[in-house]
């Protein structure tokens, strides 16, 4: 698996997850289990530093400031 999400790329991830779980545990409870899903993916996707939506169309944002 070659790496395919940059530095930019990883550090926006990694916020949204981290906000979409500080909104999850404020929130009110419906529909929590979308944003878990969400904010699981983006955090899966950050720390393997690879997005499979990227691979098909041969994207990447690796060295791209």
């Given at each position: 698996?070659?790496?395919?999400?940059?530095?930019r790329?990883w550090?926006?991830?990694?916020?949204?997850?981290?906000?979409i779980?500080?909104?999850?545990?404020?929130?009110?409870?419906?529909?929590?289990?979308?944003?878990?899903?969400?904010g699981?993916?983006?955090l899966a996707?950050?720390?393997?530093?690879f997005?499979?939506?990227?691979?098909?169309?041969?994207?990447?944002?690796?060295?791209?400031?």
């Amino acid at each position: 698996m070659k790496r395919n999400v940059g530095k930019r790329d990883w550090l926006i991830r990694v916020l949204l997850s981290a906000a979409i779980a500080a909104f999850t545990f404020i929130g009110n409870g419906e529909g929590k289990i979308w944003f878990y899903s969400i904010g699981l993916i983006l955090l899966a996707t950050a720390g393997l530093r690879f997005c499979p939506l990227y691979w098909p169309f041969r994207w990447s944002t690796v060295g791209k400031l």
